[in-house]
């Protein structure tokens, strides 16, 4: 969550092309987050997701 809201913080007044680089940027340490992977792995054994904010 922290980082969708700093991506609307940071982008919002800016044009398309200069909004997706940044967003790219923060879409990039969300995927490869410990949080991101718990939750794959959580999905995939059927269970819920033990999320610790890392």
Known sequence: ???SKASILATG???EQDAR???SGFTAQVIG???A???L???AEKRRPRFGGR
Do not use: H, T, V, Y
Request: aromatic share 12%; no cysteine.
């Open 1 to 3: 969550m922290q980082k």
């Open 13 to 15: 007044w800016l044009d």
């Open 21 to 23: 680089a940044i967003e």
């Open 33 to 35: 987050s410990q949080d």
């Open 37 to 39: 992977r718990e939750g």
């Open 41 to 43: 792995r959580a999905f």
